[in-house]
């Protein structure tokens, strides 16, 4: 059984910087993408990015230059590093992982489209 454990939410000010931490376990290799996705108050459920396992990170346009999404394959782990962070941050952050080797996309609501969800870190920014 997939498993995928998130941690690492809180709340920060705006401008400050939080990482979350996401593994996976259960999987047979790591021929897998995971990724990343916010649940918005307003329970859209934005893309933050995706590493695939041999690749270089994507991210969304909102998050571009201020988030980094780095994977160690050898723990099963991926990371998001935020830094810069807004108000428009704040959601429930989900990590993900699928072996289906396609591009993940915007997603409402959350929890369908890609195989495996965590349950959810919230992350609050105040201005």
């Known amino acids: 059984e997939v498993q995928v454990v998130e941690s690492g939410g809180g709340s920060v000010q705006s401008g400050g910087s939080l990482k979350l931490t996401c593994t996976v376990s259960?999987?047979?290799?790591?021929?897998?993408?995971m990724g990343w996705y916010r649940q918005t108050p307003d329970n859209a459920c934005r893309l933050v990015g995706q590493v695939p396992s041999d690749g270089d990170p994507h991210y969304s346009e909102s998050v571009e230059g201020r988030f980094t999404i780095s994977r160690d394959n050898a723990k099963n782990t991926v990371y998001l590093q935020m830094n810069s962070l807004k108000p428009e941050d704040t959601g429930v952050y989900y990590c993900?992982?699928?072996?289906?080797?396609?591009?993940?996309?915007?997603?409402?609501?959350?929890?369908?489209?890609?195989?495996?969800w965590g349950k959810g870190t919230l992350v609050t920014i105040s201005s």
């Open positions: 993900v992982a699928d072996a289906g080797g396609f591009w993940f996309r915007d997603r409402t609501p959350c929890n369908h489209g890609v195989d495996y």
């Open positions: 259960g999987f047979q290799g790591n021929d897998y993408d």
